[in-house]
């Protein structure tokens, strides 16, 4: 049985929160660099020192921001995917695109923080931080975004299993990109063909493409409703992966 959790930490999760939901406020509304500790902090009436208990720095409460909305958008994705018949896995596929790209849409500064221009890693830490918790994991941000991209991944590879589509031979992939791919290939759950891998890259080239042309207004100059460039890319995308015939507009 598991213990209680203490009065103690029960408060401390939920300063933990607060602080989030105030840094992602200041993330709507002035995007990254607008978001700092001291702003975080006057806008809970906390002092900066008192903020540093939580996160010792800026870079940390980026990344911890980062690593919950991954989880939200992963959320979305995945009970859009579960409303969708358990044997239909191109058209769970379809659905979880489609999220994907309304959740960017309608969520732009959080889509921007997710795949915009990277997070400075080196970012000048702010003055009288303590040393990080040892006990806090690395890189919650990287995990998170793992479990993001498992999505598709695991979508496209249930899909050759169920019916392989065609892949290019081993030996026909170009010598430095089959290299990286073999590196790749050695963190999978699951042994795939190469080729797998690589159609697996070029449809979220495709894919996350169209959704970051679409998000920051760089399709306008040819279309003002970029809908319908979407989903002639699930079309094109459907027919790589060898199930044309089950696309169905939304």
């Known amino acids: 049985m598991a213990e209680p959790i203490s009065r103690r930490d029960r408060l401390r999760a939920a300063t933990v929160q607060e602080i989030k939901q105030a840094a992602r406020r200041a993330l709507v509304e002035q995007g990254t660099g607008g978001l700092s500790l001291r702003g975080v902090a006057r806008d809970l009436g906390l002092t ?22 991954y989880d939200e958008v992963c959320a979305e994705m995945t ?20 999220t994907f790209r309304h959740w960017a849409l309608t969520h732009p500064a959080e889509f921007a923080l997710l795949f915009g221009s990277p997070i400075d890693r080196a970012a000048r830490p702010e003055a009288a931080a303590p040393p990080p918790d040892p006990d806090e994991p690395e890189d919650p941000a990287h995990e998170a975004g793992q479990r993001f991209g498992a999505i598709f991944a695991g979508l496209v590879a249930a899909l050759y299993v169920e019916r392989p589509f065609p892949v290019q031979a081993d030996d026909e992939i170009e010598p430095a990109l089959r290299d990286q791919l073999k590196a790749w290939y050695d963190t999978l759950p699951v042994p795939l063909p190469l080729g797998v891998m690589q159609v697996f890259l070029s449809c979220w080239i495709r894919l996350y493409g ?36 089950t696309y169905r507009r939304p």
């Open 79 to 98: 009970a859009a995917a579960d409303a969708q018949p358990a044997d239909d896995t191109a058209g769970r596929l379809m659905t979880v695109s489609r």
């Open 210 to 245: 169209t959704v970051c042309m679409e998000a920051f207004g760089h399709l306008r100059f040819a279309v003002e409703d970029a809908e319908p460039i979407f989903e002639a890319e699930l079309r094109s995308l459907a027919g790589l992966l060898g199930h044309a015939e």
């Open 48 to 69: 900066a020192p008192a903020l540093y208990r939580y996160f010792p720095s800026r870079e940390v409460l980026v990344t911890h921001l980062i690593a919950d909305v």
